[in-house]
């Protein structure tokens, strides 16, 4: 699988990841605590992971763009919208996360990435000359 596509889904997983942790700190806000600051940290590592994804693996897969990849981009741009109200917040508290997390665009983004990754790494090993 191509680095860059690898990047960005382990940004989107790692952001998911942290935010299921920072939901259960019971916080108020993001200010005043490092776990508060890392916060916008991931969600603008995973806002960067969104934009073009559907384009990088389009030209990882190669010729004949796969219809799912419109799937993904749905996701991705609906994902990046609910990621973005939440950064624009002037707080984000424990609360606010939680219900990130529960998002139905959310989850059905973390799926995509999960399917294209295996996708993915299938073409990858498939494409490995056979061992003699």
């Known amino acids: ?17 942290f935010m299921l942790a920072y939901a259960a700190q019971g916080l108020t806000s993001d200010m005043g605590s490092e776990s508060g600051k890392q916060v916008r940290e991931f969600l603008t ?3 960067n992971a969104l934009s073009g994804l559907a384009e990088s693996c389009a030209e990882a897969m ?14 991705a741009s ?10 624009a917040q002037p707080e984000i508290g424990s609360q606010l996360i939680d219900n990130l997390n529960a998002s139905v665009h959310v989850r059905a ?10 996708v993915l790494r299938a073409q990858q090993v498939a494409a490995l000359p056979a061992a003699s």
């Open 45 to 47: 590592r995973a806002v």
């Open 1 to 17: 699988m191509a680095a860059e596509i690898e990047g960005r889904f382990e940004a989107i997983e790692e952001c998911y990841e």
């Open 78 to 87: 609906d994902s990046l919208a609910a990621l973005e109200l939440v950064l």
């Open 109 to 118: 983004l973390l799926t995509d990435v999960f399917l294209l990754g295996e």
């Open 62 to 75: 190669g010729d004949g763009r796969p219809a799912f990849l419109d799937v993904l981009e749905r996701d």
